[in-house]
């Protein structure tokens, strides 16, 4: 994949606008959105992920279609992937259905280093337990453009920094878009890693490099 640059992208519901411009996710790195809840992070997200229609979305003097973006890309909204009646083995089937070139030996190698057994009913963990695994499913989807949003809610502190490494050890495959209230989310930061904010004022937000 090479960078993806967004020139434009516009959401309005309203009277509200968001706006981002100039926005580059480059391939082989990390991008942070940052904002505070309700700011428009998931939304930014869900555009790039195919699966929301932005008023207006360039890249290179072209639009950028929705079928295209879902094609190209793995994404954990603050929902689920996994549902809980499945064993994490039956999660991995359905991840190789869907992204169609799941790496599941990697993806084995992880949730063995996690201790997360494959035999296990998904809901038979906690909270925090079954966000990681939702986690390390899109991580090793092997698409081009992995986006998660909020990756580190209900993560002790050990998980954390389990899955931070996880997430520098994908980069080298797939761009990995993360978004978070927390600019520190990653620190001590890898190398390459570029953040973006949210600001807000009367009724419109945009995002600006920081």
Request: hydrophobic share 40%; net charge neutral; proline share 2%.
């Amino acid at each position: 994949m090479n960078d993806l640059i967004v020139d434009e992208l516009v959401v309005r519901r309203g009277t509200y606008e968001l706006s981002a411009r100039n926005i580059v996710i480059g391939a082989n790195g990390i991008t942070l959105i940052v904002g505070d809840n309700g700011s428009g992070k998931s939304t930014i997200l869900d555009v790039l992920a195919g699966r929301r229609r932005a008023d207006s979305l360039l890249s290179g003097g072209r639009t950028l279609r929705q079928r295209e973006l879902r094609g190209r890309s793995a994404y954990l909204s603050e929902g689920r992937f996994a549902m809980d009646e499945f064993t994490v083995s039956q999660a991995v089937s359905l991840a190789r259905v869907f992204f169609g070139r799941f790496q599941t030996a990697r993806f084995e190698v992880a949730i063995g280093e996690a201790g997360l057994s494959p035999t296990r009913p998904v809901g038979s963990y906690s909270s925090g337990e079954q966000r990681l695994l939702d986690a390390l499913l899109v991580l090793h989807s092997g698409r081009e453009l992995v986006l998660i949003d909020e990756a580190f809610a209900h993560l002790d502190g050990s998980r954390k920094t389990f899955l931070k490494s996880k997430i520098n050890e994908i980069r080298t495959q797939s761009a990995v878009v993360l978004a978070t209230q927390h600019a520190d989310a990653l620190e001590p930061a890898p190398a390459g890693v570029v953040t973006y904010e949210i600001l807000n004022e009367s009724g419109k937000a945009w995002v600006q490099k920081c």
